[in-house]
Nanobody
Framework: EVQLVESGGGSVQAGGSLRLSCVAS????????MAWFRQRPGREREGVAS?????????NYADLVKGRFTVSHDNAKKTTYLQMNNVDFDDTGMYYC?????????????????????WGRGTQVTVSS
């Protein structure tokens, strides 16, 4: 059974940076789709970024975070990262990672939550002035 645990959330000033981590246990394949989602206050959960971790890997980003956020993965550590730079107040929310063995789950520019089976519990990010 795959389990995901996020960490790295906290309070950050607008314009600052934060790096989120998602450690996966129970992964048996080096090629999976890992994705980050977030739920901002009063809004539905939305896809942020995804990365396919196998050979010929690729990434996708939602328009709202493109150029500011970077997703990466360390296969040896089975950890997926979300580097958040130049954050603004609208980035406040609960951030979740999710995984699906299917490479195709990473195809959409913005990850689609119904494609993902396994989720972490989330880590809170709060952007302040």
């Amino acid at each position: 059974e795959v389990q995901l645990v996020e960490s790295g959330g906290g309070s950050v000033q607008a314009g600052g940076s934060l790096r989120l981590s998602c450690v996966a246990s129970g992964l048996t394949s080096s090629g999976v789709c890992m994705a980050w989602f977030r739920q901002r206050p009063g809004r539905e959960r939305e896809g942020v970024a995804s990365i396919y971790t196998g050979s010929r890997g690729f990434t996708n980003y939602a328009d709202l975070v493109k150029g500011r956020f970077t997703v990466s993965h360390d296969n040896a550590k089975k950890t997926t990262y979300l580097q958040m730079n130049n954050v603004d107040f609208d980035d406040t929310g609960m951030y979740y990672c999710a995984t699906n063995p299917s490479r195709a789950s990473c195809d959409p520019v913005s990850p689609l939550d119904y494609l993902f089976r396994t989720w972490g519990r989330g880590t809170q990010v709060t952007v302040s002035s």
